[in-house]
């Protein structure tokens, strides 16, 4: 059976909803039509996928039965076509082996103390009294953490170089307005360093020549010894033997900066937006902490099960990316009895996944005792997407949470200025918290 075709609403139009108000759009047509919505009257249509049956499917499939998209070219010029992100087959399976263990088991663990460390210092800015904007903050935290997993770099002209450029690129695409040049490939021009695209190149190019450059000393210096993701790179060769070149390099390393820290920040901030929000969610998680005694072992916050059921309700409620990575079918496939043939689109839908009421009761409240009640699977709650593709950082990206979140609520007192409802805004292909969101300190406690 052939999925009948969803809104007939003309393009334009319903792509400046996609980008305006990207929950109302999803949602109204979730209304309407359900599990599957199909964008397109083609025979190879754009299909959100809202079913946990049909996203096991796809995410158990052979890693064969797909090839991966490029959302529309942002990603692909940002990040470039040798990164993880786009490559398909036997490529992407070596490069994720490679990936893998520096964020994962025992390797993991050596950032524990970094990101408690990071968070006090950036924490530290911080004036009784102030308002401070909070995203800003976060990604700050996350920046300089996965700088020193992917560089090795704490301090150093090139590392405060690297750090401020990432964060203008990403600042220049971030605003809402910007994140329409995602969408509309005609507005991408470089009218100068004021317009939006312009400024945008102009970072993306400083921060090239910065990577490049430190790839270029280190081969210089022929120094193999550091325990970076760099030095792992370098030291890798592929099956004939060959290292890889310094544009993959480049790819691979602007990716991991990229999607290591811009997510996580996101996150971060829902956190400590909804342990605020709700005054009994910060109670609990603070006696759970205060329980483990004065100075805790790091590697027992991190298996907290009340303030795990906080970073997961944060990733249910409003997951960063709206969906998984695209898929694109190789091969035809049957999803929910409709069949659907090879160039067909699919899009795991995490957000409205997320927000079913048969699995989720009550969904648009914020209450971490659902993951103490119930375990989910992972076609029920998938914040890091699935399958073959899954998140390379997820296991580093919770371990972030939860730390600097424990290490935030134990150092400082805080508060919401305002006890006002935020709702996620663009950011990019993200969603975000919105930039003024901020929080003030009322008290220092460590
Ligand atoms: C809260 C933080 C994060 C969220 C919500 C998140 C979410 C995601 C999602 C949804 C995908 C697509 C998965 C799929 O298509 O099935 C993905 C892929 C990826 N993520 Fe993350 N991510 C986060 C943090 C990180 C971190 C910290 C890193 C690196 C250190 C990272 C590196 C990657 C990479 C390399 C991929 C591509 C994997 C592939 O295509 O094989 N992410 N992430």
């Given at each position: 059976?052939?999925l009948p075709n969803g809104p007939?609403?003309?393009?334009?139009?319903?792509?400046?909803?996609?980008?305006?108000?990207?929950?109302?759009?999803l949602e109204d047509y979730y209304q309407r039509y359900g599990d599957f919505i199909r964008i397109?009257?083609?025979?190879?249509?754009?299909v959100y996928v809202n079913h946990p049956a049909a996203?096991?499917?796809?995410?158990?499939?052979?890693?064969?039965?797909?090839?991966?998209?490029?959302?529309?070219?942002?990603?692909?010029?940002?990040?470039?076509?040798?990164?993880?992100?786009?490559?398909?087959?036997?490529?992407?399976?070596?490069?994720?082996?490679?990936?893998?263990?520096?964020?994962?088991?025992?390797?993991?663990?050596?950032?524990?103390?970094?990101?408690?460390?990071?968070?006090?210092?950036?924490?530290?800015?911080?004036?009784?009294?102030?308002?401070?904007?909070?995203?800003?903050?976060?990604?700050?935290?996350?920046?300089?953490?996965?700088?020193?997993?992917?560089?090795?770099?704490?301090?150093?002209?090139?590392?405060?170089?690297?750090?401020?450029?990432?964060?203008?690129?990403?600042?220049?695409?971030?605003?809402?307005?910007?994140?329409?040049?995602?969408?509309?490939?005609?507005?991408?021009?470089?009218?100068?360093?004021?317009?939006?695209?312009?400024?945008?190149?102009?970072?993306?190019?400083?921060?090239?020549?910065?990577?490049?450059?430190?790839?270029?000393?280190?081969?210089?210096?022929?120094?193999?010894?550091?325990?970076?993701?760099?030095?792992?790179?370098?030291?890798?060769?592929?099956?004939?033997?060959?290292?890889?070149?310094?544009?993959?390099?480049?790819?691979?390393?602007?990716?991991?900066?990229?999607?290591?820290?811009?997510?996580?920040?996101?996150?971060?901030?829902?956190?400590?937006?909804?342990?605020?929000?709700?005054?009994?969610?910060?109670?609990?998680?603070?006696?759970?902490?205060?329980?483990?005694?004065?100075?805790?072992?790091?590697?027992?916050?991190?298996?907290?099960?009340?303030?795990?059921?906080?970073?997961?309700?944060?990733?249910?409620?409003?997951?960063?990316?709206?969906?998984?990575?695209?898929?694109?079918?190789?091969?035809?496939?049957?999803l929910g009895g409709y069949?659907?043939?090879?160039?067909?689109?699919?899009?795991?839908c995490?957000?409205l996944v997320?927000q079913r009421e048969d699995?989720?009761?009550?969904?648009?409240?914020?209450?971490?005792?659902?993951?103490?009640?119930?375990?989910?699977?992972?076609?029920?709650?998938?914040?890091?997407?699935?399958?073959?593709?899954?998140?390379?950082?997820?296991?580093?990206?919770?371990?972030?949470?939860?730390?600097?979140?424990?290490?935030?609520?134990?150092?400082?007192?805080?508060?919401?200025?305002?006890?006002?409802?935020?709702?996620?805004?663009?950011?990019?292909?993200?969603?975000?918290?919105?930039?003024?969101?901020?929080?003030?300190?009322?008290?220092?406690?460590?």
């Open positions: 059976m052939t007939q609403t003309p393009r334009v139009l319903r792509m400046m909803k996609f980008v305006t108000r990207p929950l109302d759009y397109g009257k083609s025979a190879t249509p754009l996203i096991e499917k796809i995410f158990t499939a052979n890693a064969e039965q797909f090839r991966t998209g490029n959302a529309g070219g942002v990603l692909l010029f940002l990040l470039g076509n040798n990164s993880v992100f786009m490559v398909d087959g036997e490529r992407h399976e070596r490069q994720r082996k490679l990936l893998m263990p520096p964020f994962h088991g025992e390797r993991l663990k050596t950032y524990n103390q970094l990101i408690c460390e990071i968070t006090k210092q950036v924490m530290s800015q911080v004036k009784i009294g102030q308002p401070f904007r909070v995203r800003a903050l976060m990604q700050d935290i996350t920046l300089r953490v996965i700088l020193k997993a992917v560089f090795g770099l704490t301090e150093g002209e090139r590392y405060e170089q690297l750090r401020h450029l990432l964060s203008a690129m990403m600042e220049s695409i971030g605003s809402p307005l910007a994140a329409t040049l995602m969408f509309f490939p005609s507005l991408r021009q470089d009218w100068g360093e004021w317009s939006p695209w312009g400024r945008f190149l102009r970072y993306k190019q400083q921060a090239d020549e910065m990577i490049y450059a430190e790839i270029r000393e280190r081969k210089q210096k022929n120094d193999f010894a550091g325990d970076d993701i760099l030095t792992l790179l370098m030291s890798a060769r592929d099956e004939t033997g060959e290292p890889m070149s310094e544009t993959e390099l480049r790819d691979e390393l602007v990716t991991l900066l990229i999607a290591g820290h811009e997510t996580t920040a996101s996150s971060l901030t829902w956190a400590l937006y909804w342990t605020h929000y709700l005054p009994e969610v910060k109670d609990k998680l603070c006696f759970e902490l205060a329980n483990l005694g004065e100075n805790p072992h790091l590697g027992e916050i991190a298996k907290l099960p009340y303030l795990t059921a906080v970073c997961n309700e944060t990733l249910r409620i409003y997951p960063v990316t709206l969906t998984s990575g695209v898929r694109v079918l190789k091969k035809p496939l049957e069949s659907f043939e090879t160039g067909t689109v699919l899009f795991p995490t957000y997320h699995i989720y009761p009550e969904p648009k409240k914020f209450k971490p005792e659902r993951f103490l009640q119930r375990q989910f699977s992972p076609y029920e709650f998938f914040p890091f997407g699935g399958g073959h593709r899954r998140c390379i950082g997820s296991a580093m990206a919770t371990l972030e949470m939860k730390i600097a979140l424990a290490t935030i609520l134990s150092d400082w007192q805080l508060k919401l200025p305002h006890h006002k409802a935020y709702k996620p805004v663009r950011r990019g292909l993200t969603l975000s918290p919105p930039a003024q969101l901020s929080l003030v300190a009322v008290n220092r406690l460590n």
